[in-house]
């Protein structure tokens, strides 16, 4: 009797920890996301918008995906909180009203300071980013509203990313890999993107309290543990987790992969 107590309590134990890692992580692939306005007023006059985590009209940080018509252009206003900008698919100019268009493509990255006059277009087929915020709620304002909070816009076109490999990196392990910096807001929450080489077929393993991942451009294979069936995550797709965690990814095409990472502590690609 004392041995099968025991092995109860085993098999409890066993279970709990497999039903643990599946709640500590969540992913939304890009083919289940519904779509609402960015700005509900305008109606189809607004960019499309959803959220991926967090909820842009309360007082928390949020992630999210907005899409632009082809020509779209916004009249001069500001923005009450700063936001970044990821470029998914299309082309994208955010700037000064009267700034020349510089068009960022898949894989750029820009700020927008709070308080800034500024204008956004799009020029592509279709366009698609990632844009964050540290708090909110995300509200558009007129421009008569300006004012400086302090900081200064970056628009970084992809070409200009500076990309460092595991020879680099010692959280990058595998051979091929490449990661590039791109932001923080205090010692320890940053943003970063990497990039998966063709055929790669690894893990990036985080202990994060806050670790959260966009299919910036290609397509993965994603498995959130050996019990769980594959997923095809294409452009736009979300992954999060918590704790300690191992996402087992591989690319099966023949592009690279990149992937934006907003997180709170170090992570390896092994």
């Not at 558009?140 to 460092?164: I, M, T, Y």
Request: net charge neutral; charged share 20%.
């Amino acid at each position: 009797m004392k041995f099968s107590i025991k092995a109860s309590i085993a098999a409890i134990f066993i279970f709990c920890n497999a039903f643990a890692s599946d709640i500590n992580a969540k992913v939304v692939s890009a083919d289940d996301i519904t779509w609402g306005y960015l700005n509900p007023l305008r109606g189809e006059l607004s960019p499309g918008a959803a959220n991926l985590w967090g909820d842009r009209t309360k007082d928390t940080a949020t992630g999210m995906l907005v899409r632009f018509k082809k020509g779209f252009e916004s009249p001069p206003h500001i923005h009450n909180i700063t936001y970044r900008g990821v470029v998914i698919n299309g082309l994208m100019h955010n700037d000064d009203p009267s700034a020349e268009k510089m068009w960022l493509p898949s894989g750029s990255f820009w700020t927008q300071p709070a308080g800034e006059d500024h204008i956004t277009a799009a020029n592509g087929d279709s366009n698609l980013i990632y844009l964050e915020i540290d708090s909110g709620p995300y509200l558009v304002q007129p421009s008569a509203e300006k004012f400086d909070n302090g900081e200064r816009p970056l628009n970084l076109h992809r070409d200009n990313l500076v990309w460092l490999n595991n020879h680099d990196l010692h959280d990058i392990k595998a051979e091929g890999v490449k990661s590039s910096f791109l932001w923080n807001s205090n010692s320890t929450l940053g943003g970063s993107m990497v990039k998966l080489p063709v055929g790669f077929n690894g893990s990036i393993s985080t202990q994060a309290s806050e670790f959260r991942m966009v299919v910036i451009s290609g397509e993965i294979n994603y498995r959130a543990n050996p019990k769980n069936a594959v997923k095809n995550l294409a452009a736009g797709s979300y992954i999060e987790s918590t704790g300690q965690f191992s996402h087992k990814i591989t690319n099966q095409t023949d592009r690279e992969v990149i992937i934006y990472i907003r997180t709170n502590a170090k992570y390896q690609v092994i």
